[in-house]
């Protein structure tokens, strides 16, 4: 499991270091890569401007994506994900304190595998993060990798 990469999208530096340490604690020790912000997501995944040079093992094997982020949001990143033929397959988690339907359904229209609102709760968002990981990096089967 310690080989596949989680990009996890998120601007919130308390909500970043929480899915950090809810992750430490389920002891998933795959290589977490953070990005701030919508822009940079989609540099990392498409593989361009700063992130012109990422390595094809550092493609994500998992995306955990905030809705509301600066400069592009979640859902235009992944609009522009599933839009890319070699990133339309990688697994987005939308991990969101979003309640609107509205959003929930626009992630799903746009090919959101998941939507999971953040829990208020530190033990309740570890347990989530604990069932996240079982699922998407251990029993899911990839459809391309």
């Known amino acids: 499991m310690n080989d596949k990469v989680i990009l996890l999208v998120e601007d919130n530096p308390d909500d970043e270091a929480l899915t950090l340490h809810a992750l430490a604690a389920n002891k998933i020790g795959n290589r977490v890569v953070v990005l701030r912000d919508g822009a940079e997501a989609l540099d990392y995944l498409l593989a361009r401007g700063p992130h012109e040079k990422r390595a094809e093992q550092e493609v994500p094997t998992l995306v955990l994506l905030d809705l509301k982020l600066p400069k592009v949001d979640g859902l235009e990143v ?48 570890v347990r989530a993060t604990q069932q996240l990981g079982m699922y998407w990096l251990l029993l899911n089967e990839p459809a391309q990798g």
Do not use: M
Not at 85 to 90: D, E, R
Not at 103 to 111: E, F, P, V
Not at 113 to 118: H, P
């Open 78 to 125: 992944l609009r522009q994900l599933r839009a890319n033929a070699s990133t339309a397959y990688i697994p987005v988690v939308v991990l969101t304190s979003s309640r609107e339907q509205e959003d929930r359904l626009k992630a799903y229209s746009l090919g959101a595998n998941s939507y999971v609102r953040k829990p208020v709760d530190f033990d309740e968002f």
